[in-house]
């Protein structure tokens, strides 16, 4: 059996977490810690679980942590975990800052322990499918790549007043928040980008940008645009891949877009065919299926379980975390910064 303790429910995320462990054979959630006891407390009764008001018991009590906190603790309780050798799943964005992406990144290749970054596009199907695409050439050269990822929750009140925009506790708005899903699936699927230009704004009023816009350059000549908010009322295509031989276009990957989008999630067009037409395709995005976060929990419990390294890496959460400080440098300084 396998002892895994949540720290936090600072981020709504832990919930979707803690039902995929409590789902799975061999693997027990033995603890939950959070600074705010009345959260925690809530959180362990709806969960049956242990409550555990000292950070270190409840650490100790487990054989891995899972984080979801307010993204300015990630570093210090990542530290707490590696120091008693535990292995650590990590809410992305990985950090709130570059400061504390490097105090993160000491952390772990100090303590050689087992580390995951939370990015749940990597185990939806269509994201897959999209990387063959990619990889085996079928679009041909790729020109443009525009990824628009988003919620609506900035239009709720309610949401206006928790941690996730108030940049002491986040580190950003929506285009750390929502942008490093971009931002990770980006360098997933075409490495590293040269460099960025970027704008945002904050059409709510927030401390945070509720909006932004970042054009990220490659060598080679390929554009990504990524465009992150908190204020989509509605939206349909999320993903869209242009090449010299054809076109794919995704829907339905995005809380503004999963409801919806009803059908034809995935539209490929083939230069080559005989008719201007698009060839939807079966896949059905994880979105749509259910348990779209509860894949991170699944894939780290089978990485614990088989004793392998974690399918998305601390590497993988610097780059994601990287690319969006340099476009926030780009919009402070209104020119070109380079990654």
Same mark, same amino acid.
């Given at each position: ?12 995320? +832990? ?13 027990? !959630? ?7 006891? $009345?959260?925690? #407390? ?10 555990? &008001?000292?950070?270190?018991? +409840? ?15 990630? +570093?210090? /309780? ?5 120091? =008693?050798? #535990? ?20 952390? !772990? ?8 970054? *939370? ?8 994201? %897959? ?18 990824? #628009?990822?988003? %919620? ?17 506790? *986040? ?28 704008? =945002? ?6 401390? !945070? ?9 490659? $060598? ?5 645009? $990524? ?28 809380? =503004?877009?999963?409801?919806?989008? &009803? ?13 201007? !037409? ?33 399918? $998305?890496? /601390? ?25």
């Amino acid at each position: 059996m396998i002892r895994i303790a949540i720290l936090s429910f600072a981020h709504y995320h +832990a919930n979707f977490w803690v039902e995929a462990f409590q789902s799975l054979p061999e693997i027990e !959630v033995v603890a939950i810690w959070d600074d705010n006891v $009345v959260r925690g #407390r809530e959180a362990a009764g709806r969960f049956k679980v242990r409550f555990a &008001p000292d950070l270190d018991a +409840a650490i100790d009590a487990a054989d891995a942590v899972a984080i979801c906190s307010e993204t300015i603790n990630h +570093a210090p /309780l990542i530290e707490r975990a590696l120091a =008693a050798k #535990r292995a650590v799943l990590c809410e992305k964005p990985l950090a709130a800052n570059l400061a504390e992406a490097a105090r993160i990144e000491k952390a !772990v290749r100090a303590a050689g322990m087992p580390f995951m970054q *939370s990015f749940p596009k990597r185990f939806d199907p269509v994201s %897959h499918e999209l990387k063959r695409l990619v990889d085996t050439g079928e679009l041909g050269k790729i020109r443009l790549v525009r990824i #628009r990822h988003g %919620h609506f929750y900035g239009l709720d009140p309610d949401f206006r007043e928790r941690w996730y925009v108030d940049p002491a506790l *986040s580190g950003g708005g929506a285009l750390l928040d929502e942008g490093v899903h971009a931002a990770d699936l980006l360098c997933w699927l075409f490495g590293l980008p040269a460099g960025v230009t970027a704008n =945002a704004s904050s059409s709510l009023g927030l401390k !945070v940008e509720d909006q932004a816009i970042a054009i990220f350059d490659y $060598v080679g000549g390929m554009l990504a645009e $990524v465009t992150s908010s908190f204020t989509f009322a509605a939206a349909d295509a999320s993903i869209e891949i242009y090449g010299s031989e054809g076109t794919a276009i995704v829907s339905g990957v995005d809380l =503004a877009s999963r409801d919806i989008t &009803p059908s034809g999630h995935l539209k490929i067009f083939h230069r080559t065919q005989s008719e201007r !037409v698009w060839n939807i395709s079966p896949i059905v995005p994880r979105f749509k299926l259910g348990q779209f976060h509860h894949q991170n929990a699944i894939a780290f419990a089978d990485s614990l379980q088989r004793k392998v390294q974690p399918p $998305v890496t /601390l590497d993988d959460g610097l780059r994601s975390v990287k690319l969006i400080f340099r476009a926030y440098e780009a919009i402070r300084s209104g020119v070109r910064t380079q990654i």
